[in-house]
């Protein structure tokens, strides 16, 4: 595939585009700022930031091409809708960690038989939105509000952690992501599956796994 690439330069984007490339997409890196052309691609990817993700997307779909997005810390239900009227996909998810998305199942499964439960997340200093997209979604599969603890320091990538609490018991429940190449699998299979999901927003990983 011809892809779009937004933050190709970043830190997820410099462990991505060489995974991608090695698994024979051609990939068009597109400087942030100004009006992107993505014009004969066939899918947008982006690693930005919460701030810049919107108008990348929506500068995609504008142009006819649909995307894949990895960038959390913003609301991508009205530019679903702006896909789903132009017959376009935009796949959203706020982890491309398969480790992470099993995680997630392993943690709903377990919510059933505790009943409380807390995650800690921890990810490097420079990211933005607190607590992570993946934080977030967990809580939502697992119900109940449980509290969120967000940590922020040098030498973290991505962490997630749900502690369950009963009667006499502990059950700990953790992913590790230490080198960001682990998304590139996710995105792959991402790309992969693009075509087959229906017009407008898809959202989460767990989507594609079966």
Same mark, same amino acid.
């Given at each position: 595939?011809?892809? !779009?690439?937004?933050? +190709?330069?970043?830190?997820?984007?410099?462990?991505?585009?060489? %995974?991608l490339e !090695?698994?024979?997409?051609?990939?068009? =890196?597109?400087?942030?700022?100004?009006?992107?052309?993505?014009?004969?691609?066939?899918?947008?990817?982006?690693?930005?930031?919460?701030?810049?993700? *919107?108008?990348?997307?929506? +500068?995609?779909?504008?142009?006819?091409?649909?995307?894949?997005?990895?960038?959390?810390?913003?609301? *991508?239900?009205?530019?679903?809708?702006?896909?789903?009227?132009?017959?376009? %996909?935009?796949?959203? !998810?706020?982890?491309? /960690?398969?480790? !992470?998305?099993?995680?997630? %199942?392993?943690?709903?499964?377990?919510? +059933?038989?505790?009943? =409380?439960?807390?995650?800690?997340?921890?990810?490097?200093?420079?990211?933005?939105?607190?607590?992570?997209?993946?934080?977030?979604?967990?809580?939502?599969?697992?119900?109940?509000? *449980?509290?969120?603890? /967000?940590?922020?320091?040098?030498?973290?990538?991505?962490?997630?952690?749900v502690i369950?609490?009963?009667?006499?018991?502990?059950?700990?429940? %953790?992913?590790?992501?230490?080198?960001?190449?682990s998304f590139?699998?996710?995105?792959?299979?991402?790309?992969?599956?693009?075509?087959?999901?229906? *017009?407008?927003?898809?959202?989460?990983?767990?989507?594609?796994?079966?």
């Amino acid at each position: 595939m011809k892809l !779009a690439f937004f933050g +190709a330069e970043g830190k997820v984007g410099s462990a991505l585009v060489p %995974r991608l490339e !090695a698994a024979g997409h051609e990939v068009r =890196r597109i400087e942030l700022g100004g009006e992107p052309d993505v014009s004969g691609c066939d899918a947008a990817v982006d690693f930005t930031a919460p701030e810049a993700a *919107p108008q990348n997307v929506r +500068a995609a779909l504008e142009q006819g091409v649909s995307c894949v997005v990895g960038t959390t810390g913003w609301d *991508p239900t009205e530019l679903g809708a702006f896909a789903a009227e132009k017959a376009l %996909r935009l796949f959203v !998810a706020p982890n491309f /960690s398969i480790g !992470a998305v099993l995680m997630m %199942r392993f943690a709903r499964e377990a919510a +059933a038989h505790f009943p =409380r439960a807390e995650i800690v997340e921890l990810h490097n200093e420079a990211k933005k939105d607190a607590p992570s997209g993946t934080a977030k979604a967990t809580a939502e599969l697992i119900g109940g509000s *449980p509290q969120v603890h /967000s940590v922020r320091l040098p030498g973290l990538v991505a962490h997630h952690e749900v502690i369950f609490g009963g009667e006499g018991q502990l059950l700990t429940i %953790r992913h590790d992501t230490t080198g960001r190449e682990s998304f590139a699998d996710g995105v792959l299979l991402a790309l992969e599956r693009l075509g087959d999901l229906p *017009p407008g927003l898809t959202a989460g990983l767990d989507t594609l796994i079966s």
